[in-house]
């Protein structure tokens, strides 16, 4: 039976890995998975490891679930793909009512694209493009928040604020408005993050009251600035900003693709703000991180703008090739399947709070600044010196250790920067949790010791963040 130093050597002569420095692999072995099942993955000399951030946010079930694995095996002996264009098939449509009906009221058309990107895009092009239909051909701008990640194709980027991932590709970018981010990690001492996030929101006021004959829409992570470092802040942002969207006749988009399907405690983040966004754009686990697909919703204003004779070309003239594939709906609709049998959203409160219990006691720890929560998304803040939130250098690599020490004990937990985080798949246990717990204080011991100096590894840098 071939092991892991055989499949690596393999993988190394052809594979050019993701949001990876390759040279990295000569002295940080890369880990070959043979098999997972539930929250573990297995390699091929039979270590297992703890997937401990969902396989990139995806896995919300756990891997190999049997009920989206059958799902998808009953699928492919009927109808593997077919064109969405001039055809249709059960699949989509089922999972499109089932989408319209469990997402915020007034969400009543469904468009598919392969990935979270794509969806951006979609999204972006569809606001765009309403207001062009619509006779206002001068709003061509998007606002988004400073430390906002939406994607890496150039539209998606273009209304990002990662520097590592946008500022070599500067001159390929659309010229977009920057806002500074509500994140309560930089909340005055003192000050809540209610009131934080209200304080903040002056800024988005003032872009919009200047700029909003030329804004087509603003996009924005609800809740949690997920590839920013698992960033926070208070949903009375959200509501703010609807209000001001409807004011100034701007569109809101919503980047769900992260935080929505129970991550942040309800089914999506935008429900703890009472509102819905003129786009919705989902992916990630809408399909229990089995197979790429991406859902952009939006409501019958958008749709009918859109509604014409062929000859005036007005259509949304936008494909991808594997739009709505039946496999990926199969998927997806045993993912909303669990969700709605298992009660999942009830569930994941009390895993939330063996999180909070678990982790508790880092908030003591010398060299962390914070310890921030929202449902089932956790994040610990390394720092160089806690009273002033002085971050380590971004060439010391602290979160390596972390990574590294974590892989030794046998989970798989990969910080973002120096921040470490869980963000496990929902059929974790309380004491799998503990675990977690366990090995991440461990780790941040190893990396906040002064005479740690990592040079290998995934971490490049403050700003690095994982593509979703």
């Not at 892991?4 to 993988?11: G, I, L, S």
């Not at 052809?14 to 539930?38: A, N």
């Not at 990662?162 to 930089?186: E, G, M, N, Q």
Request: include cysteine; charge should be negative; aromatic fraction near 8%.
């Amino acid at each position: 039976m071939k092991q892991n130093a055989d499949w690596m050597q393999r993988d190394l002569a052809v594979l050019w890995h993701p949001c990876t420095q390759m040279k990295d692999h000569e002295r940080l072995p890369l880990i070959p998975i043979r098999r997972g099942e539930g929250v573990w993955l297995e390699d091929f000399d039979g270590k297992r490891y703890l997937d401990a951030v969902s396989s990139w946010w995806v896995n919300v079930f756990g891997h190999a679930n049997p009920r989206i694995g059958q799902r998808i095996k009953d699928q492919v002996d009927r109808l593997e793909h077919v064109m969405l264009a001039g055809f249709s098939h059960s699949p989509v449509i089922e999972l499109s009512e089932r989408l319209v009906k469990v997402t915020p009221a007034g969400l009543d058309r469904v468009f598919y694209a392969d990935n979270g990107s794509s969806g951006i895009e979609v999204a972006l092009k569809m606001s765009y493009h309403y207001w062009l239909n619509s006779g206002r051909s001068g709003k061509q701008r998007f606002v988004t928040l400073t430390n906002s990640y939406h994607g890496e194709t150039v539209a998606a980027m273009s209304v990002g604020d990662v520097a590592l991932f946008t500022d070599t590709y500067k001159a390929l970018l659309l010229d977009t408005l920057k806002v500074p981010s509500p994140d309560c990690y930089h909340r005055p001492p003192g000050m809540c993050w209610e009131e934080h996030s209200r304080t903040m929101f002056a800024h988005m006021e003032r872009c919009l009251a200047e700029h909003h004959a030329e804004v087509a829409a603003v996009i924005v992570e609800p809740l949690i600035q997920g590839a920013g470092g698992m960033r926070m802040y208070h949903p009375v942002y959200l509501r703010l900003l609807r209000e001001a969207c409807d004011r100034y006749g701007v569109h809101l988009i919503l980047d769900e693709i992260a935080v929505g399907f129970g991550r942040t405690g309800t089914m999506f983040a935008c429900e703890q703000a009472g509102i819905a966004p003129d786009f919705l754009v989902l992916s990630k686990a809408l399909t229990g991180g089995y197979l790429p697909m991406a859902a952009v919703l939006t409501h019958d204003e958008v749709y009918q703008a859109f509604y014409d004779d062929y000859a005036t070309l007005r259509a949304f003239l936008h494909s991808h090739t594997y739009t709505g594939n039946p496999l990926a709906c199969a998927a997806a609709l045993a993912t909303l399947d669990i969700f709605e049998e298992d009660k999942v959203i009830d569930a994941n409160r009390a895993l939330s709070r063996r999180m909070a219990e678990s982790c508790a006691h880092l908030a003591d720890h010398p060299h962390v600044a914070e310890v921030r929560q929202t449902g089932m998304a956790l994040a610990i803040e390394m720092v160089q010196d806690k009273a002033t939130k002085a971050a380590y250098p971004w060439q010391e690599r602290r979160g390596l250790r972390v990574y590294q020490h974590a892989l030794e004990r046998g989970a798989l937990l990969r910080p973002l920067g120096n921040v470490v985080y869980f963000l496990p798949p929902y059929v974790i246990t309380p004491e799998q949790i503990d675990f977690l717990a366990e090995v991440a204080s461990e780790g941040i011991d190893l990396a906040t010791r002064d005479t740690v100096r990592v040079t290998v590894g995934l971490d490049l840098h403050p700003n690095h963040r994982d593509p979703g």
